[in-house]
């Protein structure tokens, strides 16, 4: 039997998910009406309309199941409630790249990351890279850029 691989999570990355889904769901009725509103229109073979709307209706199930799929396989962390002097998941890390210039980021799952905004998935090349290090610990990672180094400065649990 196959095991179920959890998906770690933030409560925002959850909520988020969970209004993705509601929004999804809503426009479900007001796809099958224009699907019906373009059947009425007759041919089918040359209807542009009607088949923008069933693809459309093949996207938003598509993205029903997967979001539905992530939420059944969330597991929610408070970084809060954790501590220790190593990264895991849902630490916010200040680290120092080459240049000494200080970069911030918190470490969440890939439903979440944004790195515009200092957050990255734990999977990501640079998260992975990070997780379990301490304070002082180099990190070399390859990224679309090239080769960066950075040292770790300050863990946070906030």
Known sequence: MA???????????????????KALKAERPLIVDAI????AHGD?????????????????EASIADIEDKLSRAQI?????????????????????????SVKYQIVG????????GRISYNSPLGRALIGKSVGDEVEVT??????????NKIEFI
């Open 110 to 117: 890939q439903a979440e990351a944004d790195a515009k905004t």
């Open 77 to 101: 962390i408070d970084p809060r409630e954790l501590s220790g002097d190593r990264i895991v998941f849902g630490a916010t890390v200040t680290l120092l790249d080459e240049d000494d210039k």
């Open 44 to 60: 089918l073979s040359e209807n542009a309309e009607y088949h923008a709307a069933k693809e459309r209706q093949g996207q938003i």
């Open 36 to 39: 019906e509103e373009a059947r």
């Open 143 to 152: 990224v679309p850029a090239g080769d960066r180094w950075y040292e770790v």
């Open 3 to 21: 095991t179920v691989e959890k998906m770690p999570m933030l409560q925002e990355g959850y909520e988020k998910l969970n209004e993705q889904l």
